[in-house]
């Protein structure tokens, strides 16, 4: 993963395990590098809550232009709520 988002091959596995073990907090720009080689939104990346991430994921499958079309349905489904 490491080398995929540019890192030097030596340090790379380490850095990323720091990383995963919370013993050092990657900066934004690293969080999405990983984010873009994983496919995911950058927000993604810091979900505590599984139905959370899914639905970000869930949302960025969807091209822009229906993501937003769907986002203001679903905001205006919570307003009545």
Do not use: N, W
């Given at each position: ?6 890192l030097?091959e ?72």
């Amino acid at each position: 993963m490491g080398e995929a988002i540019g890192l030097d091959e030596s340090s790379a596995r380490a850095r990323i395990s720091r990383y995963e073990l919370g013993v050092h907090e990657s900066p934004f720009a690293t969080v999405k590098l990983l984010a873009d080689v994983l496919d995911v939104p950058p927000p993604y990346m810091y979900c505590e809550e599984q139905d959370i991430a899914e639905l970000l994921l869930a949302l960025h499958k969807i091209p822009s232009k229906a993501r937003k079309q769907k986002v203001g349905v679903l905001m205006a489904h919570m307003a009545e709520a």
